[in-house]
């Protein structure tokens, strides 16, 4: 399967900032997706990533908050913007590789907002 | 829209002994059913799935059963290890990757 590489790996962050998680992909995918984790619960999608164009996001998500990026077929980044102590989980990149129809997560990036 | 429900929250066996998790779905439609592992810090792996036309798949000490009479699938875990402390998601979707719809997830820690 393909490796994801997903930056930082966690961070700790101040309300009203915004941080930048990075996801790349080491072969060419046809689908990345975010997600988001909180606290001891499941995973919810956030958006699906789309090469050149805006991202397509689910319900409760919104692309003020959640800005991403996806300028080529290996690569995305998400901005989790003005954040709170809500948005404190762990933000996953998530792909699905070319021929497959399998969801492959990146490790995810531990954000704590204080 | 889908909807999975996933049993039990919490698990504890003993080192050896069988695990067992159930998961139902919702939509008839739904003909695939991935199961990820999610460790302490990291991302959710993929450790198995099965497709709406296969009623049972086996890997290794993993196996997965499928009743779509019933709305049903199922992960078991034989001889259980240390190394399979972890959280378990069932997953279920019809159309795509994107339409994936996961369960509530099960921890399952192994008693030495």
């Known amino acids: 399967s393909a490796v994801i590489?997903?930056?930082p790996s966690r961070d700790i962050c101040q309300r009203g900032t915004?941080?930048?998680i990075q996801c790349q992909v080491d072969?060419?995918?046809?689908?990345?997706?975010?997600?988001r984790q909180q606290p001891g619960q499941s995973l919810t999608l956030i958006a699906t990533a789309n090469q050149g164009s805006e991202a397509t996001y689910e319900s409760g998500f919104v692309i003020d908050k959640f800005p991403i990026s996806r300028p080529n077929l290996t690569f995305s980044t998400l901005t989790v913007s003005n954040m709170s102590p809500e948005d404190s989980s762990i933000y996953l990149c998530s792909v699905v590789e070319q021929g497959e129809e399998k969801l492959f997560f990146g490790s995810g990036t531990q954000l704590s907002v204080l | 829209g889908e909807n999975v429900e996933q049993h039990p929250s919490t698990l504890s066996v003993q080192e050896g002994d069988s695990a067992v998790i159930k998961c139902t779905y919702s939509d008839s439609?739904?003909?695939y059913f991935p199961w990820y592992k999610q460790e302490l810090g990291k991302g959710p792996q993929l450790?198995?799935?099965i497709r709406s036309n296969v009623g049972e798949k086996k890997?290794?000490?993993i196996a997965v059963t499928l009743n779509k009479t019933a709305k049903h699938f199922?992960?078991?875990?034989?001889?259980?290890q240390p190394e399979d402390s972890a959280v378990y998601f069932c997953a279920a979707t019809y159309s795509s990757a994107s339409k994936?719809?996961?369960?509530?997830?099960?921890?399952?820690?192994?008693r030495p």
């Open chain 1, 5 to 7: 590489s997903q930056k």
């Open chain 1, 18 to 20: 915004s941080l930048t």
């Open chain 1, 27 to 35: 072969s060419q995918v046809t689908m990345m997706f975010w997600y």
């Open chain 2, 29 to 31: 439609a739904s003909n």
């Open chain 2, 47 to 49: 450790i198995i799935d």
């Open chain 2, 59 to 61: 890997d290794q000490r």
């Open chain 2, 74 to 80: 199922s992960l078991h875990i034989t001889e259980t």
């Open chain 2, 100 to 110: 994936i719809i996961f369960g509530s997830g099960t921890r399952l820690s192994i």
